[in-house]
């Protein structure tokens, strides 16, 4: 048995979570007995749940407080983890260490303790460790250290509330993820649309475009750099492929008519979207290595939105081929096609399939109201996070518990983008820089 | 051209069509560009036969449509009559038909539905005798609303196709 007081630190390599050499990983001692991973929270169960307290200590060191609050602001929008008052802690932590004096944070009613340090290693790269503690048991439960550079230090933050959440709920993280999304400016007749990227939690915001031409829809990439999306430029309207390290930019195949809402398929390897031909759009694939296009949906009407199940093996899209805006399943080679959405009054769109293949999220309008829902895959289950004026556009995080979508409050005003969990508990803005729509989350970057 | 706006003569434009400002007399005639120059200082009347003025003042350059259809209606066959027989006369313009929807639908269907909106005005007008290789469509979706606000007078203004006329075809 390891003595969980020694400061000494573990120095085992965990390879896989080297990451470009942006971050090194290595776990903290953890004692053999508690390393079995069992979630301490099943949220599976759905929407009756008691979300943890959990006490998020400062970190020692110089940048420790920055780390702190952004590790915070993370649980705080999580819904299954509620970090607790800093005002309310009765033990200061000196030794990030040192087991905290759990009778301390019992009087809390914590049931987790953060601890951790951010120090600057003698080659200038930034050493950040933690370790969380089950107040119950006074034992820790994980830990690890990272070394990074500098200029990452808001990418460790996240990376370390993602190994607490994912140590608690038995779920997997989604903090150490980016969103693309269109940032808008100017009047609304004439809006300024700029493709853009951030952290999930809105930092690090990154303009990816000038605003000459119009960008809508962008979508992540699941493998590569690379972001679809559809502008406006000279001829038809086309969905273009960004490479966003590069910053090279092409157009997805030469189809004789406007192409829009792309999206990639689980292996990055194809886009599928919609072609404008006459007045019906269809739905072809590009397949990005052979630029071999396939069509997969011959109708006289609107079918778009395409979006791959995780497996691949299926794509959910919206028609109106009924007669009004519905939702469909069919096979990835086409053909088939199942309607599930069958709500009454209701007209549904945008849909998108869970990476964790659970649930589609979608925009519902009934009564002239915009909201957000999920189904299952099979169109029961139905459930409405969120209902107004304009709800539109889902994303799903990439671990499937959260959407994110934007609401426009309509009149001059311009939208703005919300994150709730897909069990409707929580639901919490997205800060942008300004006005923003159409965001898409991309993978775990870990 | 002038881009001098007197109050009168945006009078007698609004009362034509509010959204009609638009586009008119800007250096870009691209409706969608929202450059948005004014009829500057010129009357109904005033415009020079042939102009991109007078196809707008004095034949009406957008049809408009019901909710979430593409359906021309008979209000729009009759402006769109009096476009086919203007176009044919002045025969040397290049035309792209933009096609509009309003704000109360989805982005990526509402592409699709501009497009339709589009595609049955050039239809119209192609069967009108405008030769169909002078018509270029282009949906705009929701992108481009020429009247903001939230109420069902507005949106009905949106839900629109533009016949902008462009340079002359060689």
Redesign the interface.
Known sequence: MTDLKSPALSRRQAAGLLTGGLVAASGLLVPATVRAQSAYLDIRRGTNFQPIPIAVTNFVGEQGQALTGIITNNFKRSVFLQPLDPKSFSQQITNPDQAPQMDAWRMINAQFVVTGRVARAPDGRLRTEFRLWDVSTGQQITGQQYVTDPNNSRRVAHIVSDAIFSRITGEKGFFDSRVVFVDESG?????IKRLTIMDQDGGNVRYLSKGDD?V??PRFSPSSQDVAY?A?GQG??RVFILNIETGQREVVGNFPG?T??PRFSPDGQKVIM?L?Q??A?NLFTMDLRSRATTRLTDTSG?D??PSFAPDGSQIVF?S?RGGS?QIYVMGAGGGGAKRISYGEGARY??PVWSPKGDYIAF?R?KAGAFGIGVMKPDGSGERIITEG??N??PTFAPNGLYVMFFR?????AGPRIFMADVFGRGEFPVATPGFGS?PAWGPLLS | MTFSINARSLKIVAALSAALAMGACSKNPNDADGTGGGIGGMGAGAATPGSQQDFVVNVGDRVFFESDSTELTSTAQGTLDKQARWLSQYASYAITIEGHADERGTREYNFALGARRAEATKSYLAARGVPASRLRTISYGKERPVAVCNDISCWSQNRRAVTVLGGPTS
Do not use: C
């Open positions: 009047p609304k007749e004439r809006r119009l809508v829809t559809m406006f038809d309207p406007m829009f809402s919609s404008s006459g007045s759009s609107i778009t939105s919206e109106d805006q769109s945008t925009t309008q004026y304009h539109e556009g426009d409050p309509g009149g001059a159409d």
